[in-house]
């Protein structure tokens, strides 16, 4: 999968739930490995919010990001929708405080972000692909939250309020195609005690009947709707036998559950990179979901981390699998072009292979003579040299065959390597050959310290 973004910049306004000011909300196009990130335009030189799990800072009636003083509210339906249309990178500019509410859902900004159009990027998705159960449990809030393996991204949420009119509910997501129709149009929704609770406290300045479900599970006296419908400037506001306010018209039997996956989907946006993984979730809110979201983080990190010294041992007295006069036999290169000296381990998927870099290579001579370095490049060429002894060790007559590079991604350079460098190189294959394709994640290593990685495509070919 690739990378994407949207065709051009796109605008919506409208108000914040809890702030009520006016805001104007643009998405811009953002270049690969941009991720999701807000600007808050109306400040001085305009800050830039990530959106970072590490960087919220209240979770009571929503998501809020801070950074150097500088907040925006409310993020998780618009996080939603980026995420439900699998839309990778993009600078999410707003002039105000808070993200605009407009009906209490995510359609609005799918319906946006879908006219304007979506673009692939040149460079590949990267996935958090969840390696085994993660939990999360809010005993006081009777909060259970699980991530399990799986090859996709599903969600199931129930909530369970001890609420009469609401009683049980659950929603699935069982693919992010389903998410435009089946769930970005759920709105946010409350019970009648905590909206006259934020009305006390003058928390919801831009609350409306039309941006929010409100459910009244007691009986409500005359007076109190008379009131009520002042306070929402409405002619007239009544309850309907299934305990909803002022005759709104669900739009799925389940909204409110449907909604609470659209927050969970949200929030979880703010790991900071796609996942797959099977998520089930009772009872979430914004606090467990941004919690749940910094354990999963968290083990992003150590995976990275422990990939990124996850050096294969090199025992210099160990019998290689192929000596140099063996590699002839797999690769069509000859001094000075040859930069496999032996192979210490292979398996069906991956190959460890050893270069020794000394002094008195040709390259040294005039690449940096004075502070002598292996040119990036050359590191580059030598792991596609022993991908290519993986592939070609599979068949009867590698002489016959040769391996040509077709993509590289993702490169990165991160510690010189200097003559009298032991360069210890993996190769590893992402997926199976097919037609002659092969597709390999290459790391080398002088020691324990990553010193280069790349992912490659190259192309297997008969030349005799």
Known sequence: MKQTTIKESV??????????????LTFVPAPINHGYKF????????PIIEADCDLVVDTSRGTTLEKNGARVSTVEHALAALVGLEIDNVLLQIDGPEMPIVDGSSYPFVELLQKTGVIEQDAEREYFIIPNNIH????????EMV???LDDYRA?????????????????ITNLNEFATEIASCRTFCFLHELEMMLSNNLIKGGDLNNAIVIVDRVVEEDEMVRLAKVFNKPKVEVRKEGILN????????EPARHKLLDLLGDLALVGMPIKAQIMAARPGHASNVAFAKKIKALIKKTKKKQAIDAPHYDPNQKAIYEYKD???FLPHAHPFLLVDKVISRSEKDIVAIKNVTGDQYFFAGHFP?????????????MAQAGGILILSEVPDPENYATYFMKIDNAKFKEKVVPGDTLIMKMEMLEPVRRGICLMRGRCFVGEKLVSEAEMMAQIVKIK
Not at 39 to 46: F, H, M, S, T
Not at 136 to 143: M, P, Q, S, T
Not at 247 to 254: A, D, M, S
Not at 370 to 382: K, N, R, S
């Open 39 to 46: 600007q808050r335009v109306d400040l001085d030189n305009q």
């Open 247 to 254: 005759n709104v018209e669900l739009r799925f039997q389940n």
């Open 11 to 24: 605008t919506i306004s409208g108000v914040g739930l809890h702030t009520g000011v006016s805001v104007n």
């Open 156 to 172: 199931t949420v129930m909530v369970d309020y001890n609420s009469p009119v609401l009683g049980t509910q659950h929603a699935t």
């Open 370 to 382: 004075g502070d002598p370095i292996m040119p990036g490049v050359l590191q580059l060429e030598a």
């Open 136 to 143: 999360y449990n809010d005993k006081e809030n009777h909060v």
């Open 147 to 149: 991530a399990m393996p």
């Open 327 to 329: 590699i002839n036999r």
